[in-house]
T-cell receptor, first 112, second 115 residues
Framework: GQSLEQPSEVTAVEGAIVQINCTYQ??????LSWYQQHDGGAPTFLSY????GLEETGRFSSFLSRSDSYGYLLLQELQMKDSASYFC?????????????FGSGTRLLVRP | SQTIHQWPATLVQPVGSPLSLECTVE??????LYWYRQAAGRGLQLLFY??????ISSEVPQNLSASRPQDRQFILSSKKLLLSDSGFYLC??????????????FGSGTQLSVL
C-alpha cells in the first residue's frame, strides 16, 4: 500500500518563506500532488510533480526527488490567506490506480 | 465549464436514522467519482470510488454504501447511522480519460453530525 508523512503543523510570519515536506512509501510511483484546504472548505489542487525537480506556479513551488521518496511544497511571500491545511497525495497502484491517497495534512498558520 | 454540486451543506441526524448524500457533476462525461470523509482536523479518508455507471469500489466495509445510477450522479447512503459516521463528507471527480489523472475537483462538502 501507499503511505505518506507530513508534519502536522507549521507556523511562519507574513512575508516569509515556508517549506512543507512530504515523504512517501509506495510500491510504485506515478507522481506527487499537493492540495490546499481552508477551514470548512473543500480541498483545491495546487500542483503535481511526476519528474524530479522544481515546478513553479506563482508564489508556490513544488519539488520532487524520486530517489529519496521525498517532496516539498514551498510557499514564498507568505500572506495571511495562505493559512490553511496542505495535503500531499499519491496515486495507488495496479487495479486501484484511480485512487488518490492523501497524507494527514500540514496545518500552516501565518502570523502577522 | 465543469461544476460539481453536493448537498446538503450541513446535516444533523439521530443515531440509527438513514442517510442519503447526493453529488452531481456537470460539464463533463464519464468522470471518475469519489467519496471522501474527513474527521475534524484530520486527513482525507477514501470511502468509495467509481469509474463508471454501476461500478463501485469500496474502501470502507462498514455501514455506508454508494451508488452511481447515472453517469454524473454519485450517492452515499446508510441504512442506520452510527455516532462514528460524523464527519465532513466530500464528493470529488476527475477526468476519466486516464488512470493517471492527478487532479481532483471537490464539492463543497457536507458536514454530518450524528447525535
Amino acid at each position: 500500500g501507499q503511505s505518506l508523512e507530513q508534519p502536522s503543523e507549521v507556523t511562519a510570519v507574513e512575508g516569509a518563506i515556508v517549506q512543507i515536506n512530504c515523504t512517501y512509501q509506495t510500491s510504485g510511483f506515478y507522481g506527487l500532488s499537493w492540495y490546499q484546504q481552508h477551514d470548512g472548505g473543500a480541498p483545491t489542487f495546487l500542483s503535481y510533480n511526476a519528474l524530479d525537480g522544481l515546478e513553479e506556479t506563482g508564489r508556490f513551488s513544488s519539488f520532487l526527488s524520486r530517489s529519496d521518496s521525498y517532496g516539498y511544497l514551498l510557499l514564498q511571500e507568505l500572506q495571511m490567506k495562505d493559512s490553511a491545511s496542505y495535503f500531499c497525495a499519491v496515486r495507488d497502484q495496479g487495479d486501484s490506480s484511480y485512487k488518490l491517497i492523501f497524507g494527514s495534512g500540514t496545518r500552516l498558520l501565518v502570523r502577522p | 465549464s465543469q461544476t460539481i454540486h453536493q448537498w446538503p451543506a450541513t446535516l444533523v441526524q439521530p443515531v440509527g436514522s438513514p442517510l442519503s448524500l447526493e453529488c452531481t457533476v456537470e460539464g463533463t462525461s464519464n468522470p471518475n467519482l469519489y467519496w471522501y470523509r474527513q474527521a475534524a482536523g484530520r486527513g482525507l479518508q477514501l470511502l468509495f470510488y467509481s469509474v463508471g455507471i454501476g461500478q463501485i469500489s469500496s474502501e470502507v466495509p462498514q455501514n455506508l454504501s454508494a451508488s452511481r445510477p447515472q453517469d454524473r450522479q454519485f450517492i452515499l447512503s446508510s441504512k442506520k447511522l452510527l455516532l462514528s459516521d460524523s464527519g465532513f463528507y466530500l464528493c470529488a471527480w476527475s477526468a476519466g480519460t486516464s488512470t493517471r489523472n492527478e487532479k481532483l475537483f471537490f464539492g463543497s462538502g457536507t458536514q454530518l453530525s450524528v447525535l
